[in-house]
């Protein structure tokens, strides 16, 4: 069965510096797409990234970059350059190759300080 | 283009109570979820249409909670009762055509906050 943890309840970064959200993720199938949800407190789920099991580079976009560890099964998400409104809930997420279900992470807060 | 529709917005109810919420998927997306995020968790899928048929129900607990997408379109997804436990973000979300890879993204709507008093 398909796991998703993310270790890190709250996370606070100062403005204009980088934080690195964890993610690890547990399955057994070899074909499998990693994604990144922003989740601010109006509630919408606002995809960010994507990482696809075959990829051979990190996937970026614009301030988000993922560092995909497959060997370690991990999928962490970068934000460089920290902004107040990058405050919110952040979701990782995983669905295998011919699997109806996309499995959640519990979520990270994450707090952009001024 | 436009983004995934959901409404109402905001829903409280009695238990025992029925309640129906509403999502339009973005235009030319085949596949619409259901999903339920209690407070402090993350989603959890309830129920995925392909067009207008039932591809994955398993977490609905189909003795209270019922969906439709009879034009394979727009989607309805019903409580009836509602209990307490009920109170949750319902969020919607669409993708287009799958392609097996377990790549496609699903874009979600601003969700319904349901409580249940």
């Known amino acids: 069965a398909q796991k998703i943890t993310q270790t890190q309840p709250g996370m606070f970064v100062q403005e204009k510096e980088a934080v690195t959200l964890d993610c690890t993720y547990d399955t057994s199938d070899p074909s499998y797409g990693l994604f990144w949800y922003k989740q601010p407190s109006s509630g919408e789920m606002i995809f960010l990234i994507y990482?696809?099991?075959?990829?051979?580079q990190n996937a970026t976009e614009g301030r988000y970059s993922l560092n995909f560890q497959k060997a370690r099964k991990s999928a962490n998400l970068v934000i460089s350059a920290s902004q107040l409104g990058d405050s919110a809930m952040y979701f990782c997420?995983?669905?295998?190759?011919?699997?109806?279900?996309?499995?959640f992470g519990a979520g990270t807060r994450l707090t952009v300080k001024p | 283009e436009a983004g995934v529709a959901q409404s109402p917005r905001y829903k409280i109810i009695e238990k025992r109570q029925s309640v129906a919420f509403w999502c339009n998927p973005i235009s030319g997306h085949a596949t619409l979820y259901w999903y339920q995020q209690i407070l402090g968790q993350g989603p959890k899928l309830l129920i995925q249409?392909?067009?207008?048929?039932?591809?994955?129900d398993s977490q609905l607990p189909k003795d209270r909670f019922s969906a439709e997408r009879l034009k394979g379109v727009d989607s309805t997804l019903k409580i009836q009762p509602a209990k307490l436990e009920d109170s949750a973000v319902y969020l919607c979300?669409?993708?287009?055509?799958?392609?097996?890879?377990?790549?496609?993204?699903?874009?979600f709507g601003p969700g319904t906050r349901l409580l249940v008093l």
């Open positions: 979300a669409s993708s287009s055509t799958r392609t097996g890879m377990g790549q496609e993204t699903q874009y």
């Open positions: 990482q696809g099991s075959y990829d051979q």
């Open positions: 249409f392909q067009n207008n048929g039932v591809v994955d």
């Open positions: 997420a995983m669905r295998e190759a011919y699997n109806n279900d996309m499995r």
